[in-house]
């Protein structure tokens, strides 16, 4: 850790470390700590951090806050201001925000995108999917690399169906690695193995993830020590943080599902022009933007109301979009009375990353995104999990990648021109790699692209040893936790929602006391 005094009381607390540091504040000093495995200390039920992992997408309190009162994170590059004294913590920046740049190039992207897979490692091993993002990192690396040393792998989603529940995924990726001539690994997922499930469930726990894609990369991790290359010789690359850079997350708040993938994404293009700086200007100066055609069609819930100045605005839908999980200028629910405080506590804890002027809103989102969704289960297992010795490449997470796409004006893919999501990605495998474009028309990744009535989380639920596990702990899981128990006991079936937040118990199971009267 890296300490710069302010006075005698504040500090910038900096990380020098390439992992995860926890610490406390005890007796007016820094305490830097081993783990947060023991929940030597609880919190109340009602606490920021506690509610974050139910609200949000991730599962994980936002950055630096832990489930253990007075436990802090630590990470690279994403310094705090502490109080000593008073005991507070704030996020700050770096660096200032940048504005968005309309003399921005996809010339510096393709630049960029091939500078952040360069490595010296011998063996490049890819998590793939068969989406944009990992198969644009494999056309990267076979233009750069031999192919012979470039080793996709992929996950067999088993949850007790006929066929693996991302069998389009599945398919896709092995027409893929064929035309680029490599290997794909398939790999099966743990969800009817018992002993395995319980040991990624311990390392879930150990490292407060509370997400089930997590338990995801830790299979992939296993597999990888199970190729045999040697840790020091392979880099293991992934297409994380592409979702939430490009596009700002639509894919993890799915505007429509809808069969035609042609009409999903024009609806992803919808969601993602709602959080654009031109849009926001339109509520502000529009007096009927309730009455637009996209707003009635595309809107989830209430649109946003027109504030005294558009940072304001920019404010008030960011504490929505992190907060309340409302991915856009609207609100979806009433607020409860009860939690001003907490949501008063989030402001100040992210007061000084938000944006002061509307043409630094895309570069607020990213830093927005690196203390909450990037801090996740769905980023942060992988990290977490990684053996010693491998090198773990997440291109889309590069600091000049993110740089860049803090900056890309919305034309690029994010707004209601003709250019895709994801543009600039989807451009540097057009332009500048042998891509066959061809291979991404059809059905996406898992079964519920062809079917809408599939809830991929009831049916791991009903069909899979997890499920069982789960449903076993209940009347332990559930001790305490009221409203849970009423939800459960008025479905004959548990709905997904329900599903989510008993996955998120069973894996918070032991670290929380609870308060039984609440």
Known sequence: ???????????????????????????????????????????????L??????????NRPPYPLTLLKGTYRLLPNLPLQVDLRKKTVLNVLDKPLEAIDEKWRLEDYYIAF?????????????????????????????????????????????????????????????????????????????????????????????????????????????????????PKQSAVFAGEY?????????????????????????????RTYFISPG?????QNESNISQDQLVKSFMPGKILKKQSN???????MLVGMFYNDD????????????????????VRLMKNIFPRRIEQLYASIIEFYKRHHWQGSTVMGLQLFKPKGYQLKLPFGDKKILALLAKMPTRYGRGLEPESTKYPLKMF???????????????????????????????????????????KENSEILNGKKAMQHEINNQKEADPKTIEKLIVAFLTSGLIKHDKNN
């Open 114 to 230: 091939e500078n952040a897979i360069r490595t010296d490692r011998k063996y490049k091993i890819i998590f793939m999917s068969s989406g944009w993002d990992s198969s644009g990192i494999l056309a990267a690396l076979v233009k750069k690399y031999r192919p012979s040393h470039v080793i996709p792998i992929i996950l067999s989603l088993n949850y007790g169906l006929k066929e693996p529940v991302n069998t389009y995924e599945i398919k896709k990726a092995k027409k893929i690695c064929q035309f680029f001539n490599v290997q794909l690994r398939i790999v099966s997922s743990i969800y009817f193995d018992e002993k395995r499930l319980r040991d990624a469930i311990l390392a879930l726990r150990q490292n407060h993830l509370f997400n089930l894609t997590a338990i995801n990369h830790w299979t992939l991790w296993e597999a990888v020590k199970k190729l045999g290359y040697s």
């Open 429 to 471: 495998c057009k332009t500048q790699v042998n891509y066959p474009l061809e291979f991404q028309e059809g059905p996406h990744s898992y079964v519920y692209d062809t079917n809408q009535s599939l809830s991929l989380i009831q049916i791991l639920y009903k069909n899979t040893i997890l499920g069982k596990m789960i449903r």
């Open 49 to 58: 951090a506690e509610r974050q992992i139910y609200k949000v997408y991730g």
């Open 327 to 346: 991915r856009g200028p609207y609100t979806s629910s009433a607020e409860e009375t009860a939690e001003k405080s907490i949501k008063n506590e989030y």
């Open 242 to 270: 592409s979702d939430g850079a490009h596009n700002f997350g639509f894919s993890q708040n799915f505007s429509v599902v809808y069969p035609e993938k042609g009409y999903r994404q024009y609806a992803d293009k919808v």
């Open 279 to 283: 849009f926001l200007s339109r509520i």
């Open 310 to 316: 558009p940072v304001t605005l920019c404010k008030t």
């Open 1 to 47: 850790m890296k300490i710069k005094h302010y006075d005698k009381n504040k500090i910038l607390l900096q990380s020098n470390d390439s992992k995860e540091t926890f610490w406390s504040i005890k007796n007016g000093r820094i305490v830097k700590k081993r783990s947060i495995s023991e929940p030597s200390e609880t919190l109340p039920k009602s606490h």
